[in-house]
């Protein structure tokens, strides 16, 4: 069937993108009725600031970026609502090779994010003795996923914080050369990066996001909430495109297919193998050595594409906690609301129903508790869930979390 209902999509170059482009190329969108038009853009500073301009019906960001523009402080206005979670995992944490010689001395135990986390402090605590210039970081975005989870990962040692380490934001595209002339020690991204720079011999991966939180969401399909409820039968058919595309991204045997349509100069614009290291698991730490990283990056699957509010709310209690929502506002229950109601379980389960896709029946669940893939009550069929634990074993509970601040 010809696309009959319009929808212009932004993305940026990360592999994530892989449901938007998979809808598109293999005609998932068409077959909905939905003309899909994607449009590259550097990162989400550029989307967020082509917003209204571009005329974008949705976009492809970091799941923790509508969230902050729902709280007051937020410094631009747009009423974003996230409807489907393009991807779970994939990013890697990445070094120069300098900082990975002073991490292994201080005890680092690659992927283990906790030994990692306590190298890094070691290594911040180090140069503020010795009078130097802190560790610097890049993170596509100061209120993406990556930042509130570099943070998480170096203050669980409590030995050092948000102060101790400058984390600034760049482009994806642009981390690798960002990294090569020693202008930051590190970043933490989106793939094919990572890869990219360990295979070249300029950098090394040291851990990765699902070793942080597994399956922990990564990008979302974005929208204004005025637009999704002016448009529901576009915004609907193209989540069922969206559905059906991440399947097909999910099957082994599309991986050559799907890498080499992400590697082209259109979307990724990189080397094949470099996108195949996140497709298949298989994460180089080396030149010449692979880590096996079992979910590193989901797209379909395990309710992978169900926006869990109990996640809008655990990124919610990160900003609170790097001080970005004031006090007053952090304890008001409108305020929290607003936070959670940025994702939308139920414009999902509207969408998926005619494609008989299992649902689970909850908005929210106790993050980090599940350790292995366990079935659970869900609208149609049974449906399995998990692993979904945080490496430091903590469990947030989205009814009933503190709204303390840091420094």
Request: charged share 20%; net charge negative.
């Amino acid at each position: 069937m010809a696309g009959t209902r319009r929808f212009r999509a932004a993305f940026s170059p990360t592999v994530d993108c892989a449901i938007l482009v998979a809808a598109f190329e293999k005609g998932f969108a068409a077959d909905e009725g939905v003309a899909l038009e994607l449009i590259r853009m550097n990162g989400p500073r550029d989307i967020l600031g082509a917003w209204s301009s571009a005329e974008l019906d949705g976009a492809h960001l970091s799941v923790s970026l509508p969230v902050a523009l729902a709280l007051p402080s937020a410094d631009v206005e747009a009423d974003l609502i996230v409807p489907f979670i393009l991807a779970t995992g994939g990013s890697t944490l990445v070094v120069n090779s300098l900082l990975y010689d002073d991490l292994v001395e201080q005890g680092m135990k690659i992927p283990d994010p906790g030994s990692v986390a306590r190298a890094l402090s070691r290594v911040a605590m180090a140069r503020q003795k010795a009078e130097l210039p802190p560790l610097i970081f890049a993170s596509e975005h100061a209120s993406s996923t990556s930042t509130y989870e570099l943070l998480y990962l170096i203050a669980s040692t409590r030995l050092i914080g948000k102060d101790d380490v400058t984390i600034l934001e760049a482009a994806p595209a642009n981390m690798p050369s960002l990294l090569r002339d020693g202008s930051i020690d590190g970043f933490y991204v989106g793939e094919p990066y990572g890869s990219a720079v360990t295979m070249e011999g300029e950098g090394r991966i040291v851990t990765t996001k699902s070793h942080i939180w597994q399956n922990g969401p990564e990008k979302g399909l974005a929208v204004s909430r005025q637009w999704a409820d002016t448009n529901e039968q576009t915004m609907h058919a193209t989540l069922r495109a969206f559905y059906r595309a991440g399947e097909w991204c999910a099957s082994a045997a599309n991986r050559e297919e799907l890498a080499d349509l992400l590697a082209s100069p259109t979307y990724l614009a990189c080397e094949i193998e470099h996108v195949l290291a996140s497709l298949s698991g298989f994460i180089p730490h080396s030149p010449a050595r692979l880590l096996e990283c079992h979910d590193f990056f989901c797209v379909s699957g395990n309710a992978a594409n169900f926006p869990w509010q109990s996640q809008a709310l655990w990124f919610f209690n990160q900003m609170i906690r790097w001080n970005e929502c004031p006090p007053q506002a952090a304890a008001a229950e409108s305020v929290r609301d607003a936070a959670a109601e940025v994702f939308r379980p139920d414009i999902f389960r509207k969408a998926v129903r005619p494609i008989f896709a299992p649902v689970p029946a909850a908005n929210m669940k106790l993050e980090g508790t599940l350790s292995t893939r366990v079935y659970v009550g869900a609208d149609r069929a049974p449906l399995l869930l998990g692993p979904d634990t945080f490496f430091d074993g903590e469990i947030f509970d989205p009814e009933s979390f503190a709204t303390h601040h840091e420094s």
